[in-house]
Each structure stands twice: as structure tokens, then as C-alpha cells.
């Protein structure tokens, strides 16, 4: 029995979590997959391991070898993903990290329409609002809207985007004129807890200098789409993505403030670790993506 299939059933028992997990996962017996995970062991001489009659855990030799060996057998798909491109479809677990927001608003349609295109790839999909580790949580890509920060990855800009600042008609009529963002500080503000300035609210002065502008109001939040359903009852001002809120604009329901005060560097990306080869589907998923917002526009 070679090393590689002995790799791959501790691999399979691992990300499992178990080994009946396992053996449902990959047709193959719970008894086959503990025979290669013990003759692993006893080829390293190390016990990966620690069992019990109801759940495993990881040995520290363990963790040191899963993370290792899911390096390896990545590369090694990775380089038959290579060869075989350009001869036959797309095929395999394509893992993705994506926000909610982006996974719930119209342009998550993306995906869906990569997994119509690719019915063999098997799209697993990870709201997450957080930043991911993509090689810690064996993600093959993420997707993040943000100011693009150096992180050691490889990034492809998918769309431009942009936030506004939103209210309704009736609320500037009652709090305005509003013309600059340091009024914002005796006007009711919606709170989306997801953003990385929570109730200190960035904007950029015309000559290029930032401020930052503290804000109170009636409700906090960790959704955008909550966010923009409290600013169109108009309980105050919210700082809403451009996708969440366009539809909203255009149709009147709510108007945009400070709009030469918005900061602008930000981007919708796909982001994923450097590789030697670079599987066939990132490659095609990032590019249909990208692609898909092009047509988009």
C-alpha cells in the first residue's frame, strides 16, 4: 500500500472529523480507512491519532503532519489539475470563504452561476464574515471587500465597490441640510458592527486628509441588509455597500450624503495563497467571477 493513500485516509478522517464521517464521504469502509491510518502510524513510528470510543482528537505529531501532508497531495492535484487542463472539464471540492453580505446580496449569483457552468466541481461555500486563514482552514480562495492590504496572497480586483451614506428624504428634512460628515455627530446613525470602524465613521476631506467622525443611534447591527431595512424606516443615517443600496437609491426611497467625503479604495477581490501550480478550477472560478462582473456593469 503506497504512502499517498495512507495520506489521504488520515486526510479524509481528519477534515471528516471522524472516521464514519470519513467513510460516508468517500465510499470507502471505516474499517479500510482505520487499517491505512494505523499502518500510517506505524510507518512514522509516531501516533497521529489519540482515539476513543466516541470521538479523536489530533496528537501534536498529528497536527504537525496533517498540515504538511495537506501541502503535498494539494501540490500533487494541483499539477494533474495542470496537466490535465485544456483535455477534460473541471472536476472536484472547490472550497470558497465569502461574506454573508456578498453570499446574500444579488451578486452572490455569481457562484451560482460558476456551479450551473461546472457541475462536476463540487462548490462549498463558507459564509464568514471574518477573515479566514485560507492554508490554517484548507480554503482553496476568499472572497473579501475591502481596502486590499498586503498578506502574502496572490489577489485579483473582481469589481470596484463602494460605500454611501444613505437616509431617508424625511430624516435629512428633519436633521439637514447635511453637507459635511461632522454634522453626522447630532444626527441618529444605524451601527453595522461588521464594519472595521464600528460608531468612529472614516471619511476623506476634500484636500485628502482623513477624519473620523463619532456616531450614536438607536440600533447596532451586524448586517447590512438589517442595516438598510432600519435606514429605509428611517431610525437614521447608515454607511451601506453600493449593491445592498442601489436599489434603494434609484428608486428614491433613499438619498446618498457626503458623497465627495466617501472613501474610495476599496474592491471586491478573490484572494488565494501562492502556489507552484495553481489548480485549474481557482484559475477558472476567479476568472469567471471577474468575467461575470464585467457583463455585470
Not at 471505516?30 to 491505512?36: G, Q, V
Not at 484572494?271 to 507552484?276: A, Q, S
Amino acid at each position: 500500500m503506497d504512502t499517498l493513500t495512507r495520506m489521504r485516509a488520515f486526510i479524509d478522517v481528519v477534515e471528516a472529523e471522524g472516521f464514519s464521517a470519513a467513510a460516508r464521504r468517500t465510499g470507502r469502509s471505516k474499517a479500510l480507512l482505520s487499517k491505512y491510518v494505523r499502518e500510517l502510524e506505524d510507518d512514522l513510528g509516531a501516533l497521529l491519532l489519540n482515539r476513543t470510543t466516541r470521538q479523536f482528537s489530533l496528537t501534536e505529531a498529528g497536527h504537525t503532519y496533517y498540515r504538511s501532508a495537506s501541502d503535498i497531495l494539494k501540490e500533487i492535484d494541483n499539477l494533474a489539475d495542470l496537466v490535465r487542463e485544456g483535455n477534460a472539464d473541471l472536476k472536484g471540492r472547490l472550497r470558497v470563504s465569502a461574506p454573508r453580505t456578498f453570499i446574500d446580496a444579488e451578486i452572490g449569483q455569481c457562484m451560482i452561476d460558476f456551479a450551473k457552468a461546472h457541475p462536476d466541481v463540487q462548490l462549498e461555500i463558507v459564509a464568514d464574515d471574518r477573515f479566514v486563514d485560507l492554508i490554517e482552514e484548507n480554503f482553496d480562495l476568499a472572497i473579501r471587500i475591502t481596502r486590499l492590504e498586503d498578506s502574502g496572497m496572490i489577489a485579483k480586483k473582481l469589481n470596484d465597490f463602494r460605500v454611501h451614506a444613505v437616509a431617508t428624504a424625511d430624516l435629512v428634512a428633519q436633521y439637514g441640510p447635511l453637507d459635511h460628515p461632522q454634522q453626522l455627530n447630532g444626527v441618529p446613525f444605524i451601527i453595522d458592527t461588521n464594519s472595521r470602524w464600528h460608531n468612529n465613521i472614516r471619511f476623506i476631506e476634500k484636500d485628502g486628509s482623513t477624519i473620523s467622525v463619532g456616531v450614536t443611534g438607536p440600533i447596532e447591527v451586524n448586517s447590512p441588509l438589517a442595516t438598510l431595512r432600519a435606514a429605509r424606516a428611517g431610525l437614521g443615517v447608515a454607511i451601506i455597500p453600493d449593491f445592498i443600496a442601489n436599489a434603494s437609491i434609484q428608486s428614491g426611497e433613499l438619498v446618498t450624503l457626503f458623497d465627495d467625503y466617501i472613501i474610495k479604495d476599496r474592491g471586491i477581490y478573490a484572494v488565494y495563497p501562492h502556489r507552484r501550480y495553481l489548480p485549474a478550477k481557482v484559475r477558472s472560478f476567479v476568472d469567471f467571477l471577474a468575467n461575470w462582473f464585467r457583463q455585470a456593469r
